[in-house]
């Protein structure tokens, strides 16, 4: 219970024509005798916070950036109206910063035996589960002098996935893939190293395709179709190591690996590609087998809305033994990683070539575009130093890169916009040239 400032300067008020006609204690104590008889009666009359009803409903997830709707119902058993001050208590990270206030805050009022609702909205600004804490409910009495005021624990869980921004991207790489299977209008030959079947040669056909044999079996000459390998393993590993946890911009660089691996994983699916994801430094964090086709997405995103970077350094030995046991059989494996020298020369390159002599290793890497924006820093002295320490990082990832080719790997190094097309059409070179 409280009083509320009406109450205060309700007794204000009256003091002064006390203090002015009839001074003394007999004055105050009729003024403030009265106003606190009101507030007793104002109290008396204020419904019971205890015994109200409140349930909630809405949504259950939502991507990062957008907009959460939570539903929360308040039912009055009682005989008397509600009219409340309400705060719906969530974690700070569920808000736009400045905004929790009002947003968390709602007046209602409740009829006796009825219900209303009332809509949070959140927009929360970091992925994972935001659970509710507690909603603290103050119900006036009619005249707003007095309130009763509890606390009501109402569990509701919301899980922020990531944004997946580069699904953008994903039609046009779409219209590649099947351009690559050889299935839309435009008059191009359908790459590939699978044979796919045998059609009437037409003129512009490459001779080397002629099939003789089919040839001679029939009246016309054959040529044979090939379409881009199916039914490959692709192994997406995040590396979620120190590095990962570096910002470039705005986010950690961990959160541009996700969502080019959101992209890969959804290209691939659809090019019939069975897609599996480790996360993993120096014990695995997340794991993703066995899904079909239809569910990968999916389960991708709702496994990696958990997913935070851990200030450990990545164990490259336990992190290649633990992606060899995944993969048994021939795969792509997608590394998404640090092209940064030193963990790469004393981590990843010693024990690379047990991934190597197995699979295809495609080592795709987060670039900060403000160490470009330096190396091309010009005009002053301090300018100049910024471009010298800016083309001496370009030069030892550049340096770092070509180690990795030379093992055979595809590297793909870009800024966080760039990263996940340019990870798209590196994927798509290797199945065209039939390397998966």
């Known amino acids: 219970?409280?009083?509320?400032?009406?109450?205060?300067?309700?007794?204000?008020?009256?003091?002064?024509?006390?203090?002015?006609?009839?001074?003394?204690?007999?004055?105050?104590?009729?003024?403030?005798?009265?106003?606190?008889?009101?507030?007793?009666?104002?109290?008396a009359l204020a419904a019971p916070v205890r015994r109200l009803g409140l349930s909630r409903s809405g949504d259950t997830s939502?991507?990062?950036?957008?907009?959460?709707?939570?539903?929360l119902t308040v039912t009055?058993?009682?005989?008397?109206?509600?009219?409340?001050?309400?705060?719906?208590?969530w974690p700070p990270s569920s808000w736009q910063p400045g905004t929790e206030g009002a947003g968390s805050r709602h007046r209602v009022t409740v009829p006796a035996g009825e219900r209303r609702r009332v809509t949070t909205r959140?927009?929360?600004?970091?992925?994972?589960?935001?659970?509710?804490?507690?909603?603290?409910?103050?119900?006036?009495?009619?005249?707003?002098?007095?309130?009763?005021?509890?606390?009501?624990?109402?569990?509701?869980?919301?899980?922020?996935?990531?944004?997946?921004?580069?699904?953008?991207?994903?039609?046009?790489?779409?219209?590649?893939?099947?351009?690559?299977?050889?299935?839309?209008?435009?008059?191009?030959?359908?790459?590939?190293?699978?044979f796919d079947s045998l059609r009437e040669y037409v003129p512009g056909d490459d001779t080397r395709s002629i099939d003789w044999r089919a040839t001679a079996r029939q009246s016309s000459v054959a040529v044979r179709t090939w379409r881009p390998e199916r039914d490959r393993h692709i192994l997406l590993v995040l590396d979620t190591g120190r590095t990962s946890a570096g910002r470039v911009g705005d986010a950690p660089r961990l959160d541009a690996s996700m969502d080019a691996a959101l992209l890969l994983a959804a290209l691939a699916s659809r090019a019939g590609d069975?897609?599996?994801?480790?996360?993993?430094?120096?014990?695995?964090?997340?794991r993703v087998q066995g899904r079909a086709a239809g569910d990968i997405l999916p389960s991708l995103v709702n496994t990696l809305a958990m997913l935070e970077p851990e200030l450990v350094e990545t164990d490259a030995r336990g992190l290649t033994a633990t992606a060899l046991r995944t993969a048994p059989r021939r795969s792509l494996i997608v590394l998404l990683t640090t092209l940064?020298?030193?963990?790469?020369?004393?981590?990843?390159?010693?024990?690379?070539p047990q991934l190597t002599q197995r699979h295809t290793v495609l080592v795709a890497s987060v670039a900060d575009p403000h160490v470009a924006a330096m190396a091309q820093a010009r005009g002053n002295t301090e300018a100049v130093y910024e471009a010298a320490a800016g083309a001496q990082a370009q030069s030892e990832r550049q340096r770092t890169a070509e180690q990795l080719r030379r093992h055979g790997v595809?590297?793909?190094?870009?800024?966080?916009?760039?990263?996940?097309?340019?990870?798209?059409?590196a994927y798509l070179a290797l199945k065209a040239a039939g390397r998966l």
């Open 122 to 194: 959140l927009r929360p600004t970091r992925r994972g589960d935001r659970q509710a804490d507690r909603v603290t409910i103050r119900s006036y009495g009619p005249l707003g002098l007095f309130a009763r005021q509890g606390t009501h624990k109402v569990p509701w869980t919301v899980r922020v996935l990531p944004p997946f921004t580069s699904r953008k991207h994903l039609p046009s790489k779409l219209a590649r893939l099947r351009e690559l299977d050889g299935r839309t209008s435009v008059l191009t030959r359908g790459e590939g190293t699978e």
């Open 340 to 352: 940064d020298a030193a963990p790469v020369e004393q981590g990843l390159l010693p024990v690379l």
């Open 62 to 71: 939502a991507r990062l950036g957008e907009t959460a709707d939570v539903t």
């Open 274 to 286: 069975r897609v599996e994801l480790l996360a993993y430094d120096r014990r695995v964090r997340a």
């Open 410 to 425: 595809t590297v793909v190094d870009e800024t966080p916009d760039d990263l996940a097309p340019a990870l798209a059409d």
């Open 1 to 43: 219970m409280a009083p509320t400032g009406r109450a205060a300067l309700l007794a204000a008020l009256g003091s002064i024509p006390v203090g002015v006609l009839e001074p003394g204690w007999a004055g105050l104590l009729a003024v403030n005798g009265s106003v606190a008889l009101a507030c007793a009666c104002d109290f």
């Open 76 to 89: 009055n058993p009682s005989r008397r109206t509600l009219r409340a001050q309400l705060r719906d208590a």
